[in-house]
């Protein structure tokens, strides 16, 4: 545990925030995770993410946001960066052989968005929302046109990996609206569209990053859905992202290409 424990504590905030993107010497809690869907409890089971999610919460509200672009702009740099030189290999097979995990990046883009959703903080997680959107339309057509990707194979890869799954992006839509001051309607609205589905929640509570992980100590707790409809929900990518897309409409507001810009960009320097 001391192991595990030590290296953390001695890390400032920055330094977790900066150290999420590195798929190796993370901290994870050995929940048993299976595959699948899994983005949202592979954040939540490293420790390292739970670390930041505590500390940038106990922060003044006034200055969380500056953390939250941070993190997201660096996670999602470094992801795309990696996506890169991934697809290289297929578009140009004489290119180096690449063996980049993607698993630290992904998993640092969902912390900074579920961080973003935990705050309440709706603006700055519609750009996030927009900026994956620009992701999907860069890597889209690079994926089509290769020859050497199977297309359903690069639709999966798409929704799986190239940014947070589906069933995290429910989530993360749906935290938020249960963080709005005055959200019943909201929260209804997202309800309902996830009930067309059968989607069903289960209450999901994570222990402190510095205990035991059978501790009954509680960082946090929140209802974790999953797709539990028909078969065909469950299979259909599109059906997926129809889901996503309304959750989209009832929790977030499109905000003027300029403001986004610069709500994204502001990023004065961050809380160490």
């Known amino acids: 545990m001391d192991a595990i424990i030590g290296p953390l504590s001695n890390e400032s905030l920055e330094q977790s925030m900066g150290r999420l993107i590195d798929p190796d010497n993370q901290y994870g809690y050995i929940t048993g995770i299976l595959g699948g869907q899994n983005d949202l409890e592979a954040m939540l089971q490293n420790r390292r993410s739970v670390k930041v999610l505590q500390e940038i919460e106990k922060l003044p509200a006034k200055e969380r946001p500056a953390n939250c672009r941070q993190m997201f702009v660096q996670a999602l740099e470094a992801h795309t960066n990696a996506w890169n030189m991934s697809l290289r290999g297929y578009e140009y097979p004489a290119f180096m052989e690449n063996h980049q995990s993607l698993d630290g990046t992904i998993e640092a883009l969902c912390?900074?968005?579920?961080?973003?959703?935990?705050?309440g903080q709706v603006d700055l997680l519609s750009v996030e929302f927009e900026q994956l959107d620009r992701v999907r339309r860069e890597f889209e057509p690079r994926m089509s046109d290769n020859k050497l990707l199977h297309p359903q194979h690069g639709a999966w890869l798409l929704s799986e990996y190239i940014v947070p799954d589906n069933r995290f992006q429910v989530n993360a839509l749906r935290l938020a609206a249960t963080r709005v001051a005055g959200n019943a309607e909201m929260l209804r609205k997202?309800?309902?569209?996830?009930?067309?589905?059968?989607?069903?929640?289960?209450?999901?509570?994570?222990?402190?990053w510095d205990t035991p992980v059978d501790s009954k100590k509680v960082a946090l707790t929140f209802t974790a859905y999953d797709w539990k409809g028909p078969d065909d929900i469950l299979v259909n990518e599109a059906g997926e992202e129809e889901v996503v897309h309304k959750l989209r409409a009832i929790v977030l507001q499109r905000l003027p290409v300029d403001i986004a810009t610069k709500l994204l960009e502001s990023t004065p320097d961050p809380i160490r």
Do not use: K, N, Q
């Open 111 to 119: 912390t900074a968005m579920f961080i973003t959703a935990d705050t």
């Open 190 to 208: 997202c309800d309902a569209e996830c009930a067309l589905v059968g989607m069903g929640g289960d209450e999901m509570r994570i222990a402190p």
